[in-house]
């Protein structure tokens, strides 16, 4: 099993940043995905970024070039840098982690965007 918890949401006004944390409770290397998504009021939720356990990444088009997943994995961390954030990013982010073919979620983090 794998408990996920996430920190680092908050009201930031557009063109602002936010870092997202997710704390996992056993060593990100033996987890084979891990991911960041969101949820929109009214909206399915959807696919933000992931990195494998050997490091490659994945990022929405819509997100491209604004956000940055990484990992500690000192620290058991996985975070997503975003920049230049816009309303539409507005949403509960919610950290994902595969692990022995079952997937594992967080209880979200709430980011407000405002304009």
């Known amino acids: 099993q794998v408990q996920l918890v996430e920190s680092g949401g908050g009201l930031v006004q557009a063109g602002g940043s936010l870092r997202l944390s997710c704390a996992a409770s056993?060593?990100?290397?033996?987890?084979?995905?891990m991911g960041w998504y969101r949820q929109a009021p009214g909206k399915q939720r959807e696919l933000v970024a992931t990195i494998r356990d050997l490091g490659s990444t994945y990022y929405a088009d819509s997100v491209k070039g604004r956000v940055a997943i990484s990992r500690d994995i000192a620290k058991n961390t996985l975070y997503l840098q975003m920049n230049s954030l816009k309303p539409e990013d507005t949403g509960v982010y919610y950290c994902n982690a595969v692990f022995g073919a079952k997937g594992y979620w967080g209880q979200g983090t709430q980011v407000t965007v405002s304009s």
């Open positions: 056993r060593n990100i290397l033996s987890i084979d995905v």
